[in-house]
């Protein structure tokens, strides 16, 4: 199948930082990409729906200005955490499609903690 | 709105026994379902999806699901378990197709020998 790579496996950053996380499709062009976070013991929630060159779209009670996405190309997606706190603190995952009906792959998400 | 129930947080089954992971939705139309699996440190790997047609759907790694409509339910199933099935599970839904895919909260499964 498919191949999504996101980077870093895990990073650790002080309160008031930025984080930025990338997505890549290593083997196919994404025409959209997903971010979802998932807290313990939890399901993983929709964050926001990136098409390339476009505007993210924001799921409803995502903050468009603390969770920066950019999807400048067709293989490479980023979500930026801007001013971290403890309470962003989760596991984000990535998703990438070609086209609008075809399976999404997963990329092996990010462990982001907040100190 | 579409939701997913995966009422077991938590299965432990031996080696070698079957497995049967339940699934209820809520959707208003025939949803389009899907099973994923989770190992740690990993993504999501899909095993199974279920779109139309026969509602006995075959996956990798040996694992089947059956759509039932007049219960509402798509539990996953395998007959002999291995080892190397650890891993968390996710039900998911989907209205349409991959967009606004919905997730359970996962059932983790424990293998013991």
């Known amino acids: 199948g498919a191949v999504v790579s996101q980077h870093p496996s895990w990073v650790i950053c002080k309160s008031g930082t930025s984080v930025k996380i990338e997505c890549r499709s290593l083997d196919f062009q994404a025409t959209t990409m997903f971010w979802y976070r998932q807290f313990p013991k939890q399901s993983l929630m929709l964050m926001a729906t990136?098409?390339?060159?476009?505007?993210?779209?924001?799921e409803q009670g995502v903050e468009k200005d603390k969770f920066l996405i950019n999807h400048a190309s067709l293989t490479l997606s980023t979500l930026t955490v801007t001013s971290a706190h403890p309470e962003d603190s989760s596991f984000y995952i990535c998703s990438a499609r070609v086209g609008q009906s075809t399976e999404a792959f997963f990329g092996q998400g990010t462990r982001l903690t907040v100190v | 709105a579409q939701s997913v129930t995966q009422p077991d947080i938590h299965i432990t089954v031996s080696e070698g026994a079957s497995l049967e992971l339940r699934c209820n939705y809520s959707y208003g139309a025939t949803p389009y379902l899907f099973w994923y699996v989770q190992s740690p440190g990993q993504g999501l790997q899909l095993l199974l999806k279920y779109f139309s047609g026969d509602t006995l759907v075959q996956g990798i790694k040996g694992f089947e699901a059956e759509f039932k409509r007049s219960q509402s339910s798509f539990n996953l199933r395998k007959p002999s378990v291995h080892w190397s099935d650890a891993a968390e599970y996710f039900c998911a839904v989907g209205a349409t197709g991959y967009q606004k895919v919905t997730f359970g909260t996962g059932t983790k499964l424990q293998v013991i020998p």
């Open positions: 990136s098409n390339e060159g476009s505007k993210a779209t924001y």
